[in-house]
């Protein structure tokens, strides 16, 4: 399979406790953004990577969220301290280039926070 | 910053009937205008997607219309089949040699049900 792929697929946590999402965009890209998409809503956008730079994040994305993406490649989310209301789908999309505007999405990770 | 609102929420259609969606957005700098459909427990997948530089595009029995002067577009659906249900999302943004990083700010989803 070439297009986005996301690891885990599902996650189940304490509240209180660390989790980590990885991203692996479709090969070239450069462009790699995350979105957390609750019950009935639309995907949510929280950050951006333009190779391993992170241009832009949302006010959403508070100070228990830590993304990486260290070689330009994959990409990590973490959450730190989970809280109910973490529980979501993160997906994950990228974009070949500035030129080409398309946003091919993962699966998603399902986090539910217990 | 850009807000997009979507409606309706749902929409009942008979097979070969055909469905219209419709969102508006606030940001005039928008120019890149996308439609996702999302069948329950999957990726949203790209059906669609106009630019500002043009008013209408069609493909097949998808057609996306955009009025940048009302801030709005549609998402139109003929002959519609069952395989057409599903949550369609539109979306807007900054996009190409503009820069703005082409974030996306999605609607709220419609979910079509195309009933036999």
């Known amino acids: 399979d070439t297009g986005v792929s996301q690891d885990p697929r599902h996650k189940i946590t304490k509240r209180g406790q660390n989790v980590t999402f990885r991203c692996d965009p479709i090969s070239e890209h450069n462009r790699l953004y995350w979105y957390r998409q609750t019950l009935g809503q639309g995907p949510e956008f929280l950050t951006y990577?333009?190779?391993?730079?992170?241009?832009?994040k949302s006010r959403l994305l508070s100070d228990r969220f830590s993304a990486e993406r260290p070689k330009g490649s994959f990409s990590t989310l973490e959450i730190q301290r989970t809280e109910q209301g973490d529980s979501a789908m993160y997906l994950c999309a990228s974009r070949a280039s500035q030129s080409e505007e398309t946003q091919y999405f993962g699966p998603g990770t399902r986090l539910l926070v217990l | 910053g850009e807000n997009v609102e979507q409606h309706p929420s749902t929409l009942s259609v008979q097979e070969g009937d055909s469905a219209v969606i419709k969102c508006t957005y606030s940001d005039s700098a928008s120019n890149y205008f996308p439609w996702y459909k999302q069948e329950l427990g999957k990726r949203p997948q790209l059906i669609i997607d106009i630019r500002s530089n043009v008013g209408e595009k069609k493909d097949q029995r998808i057609a996306v219309t955009l009025n940048k002067t009302a801030k709005h577009f549609s998402l139109h659906i003929t002959e519609t089949q069952p395989e057409d249900s599903a949550v369609y999302f539109c979306a807007a943004s900054k996009g190409g040699l503009t820069g703005g990083g082409n974030k996306l700010t999605f609607g709220t989803g419609t979910q079509l049900k195309v009933e036999l």
């Open positions: 990577f333009q190779n391993e730079a992170q241009l832009e």
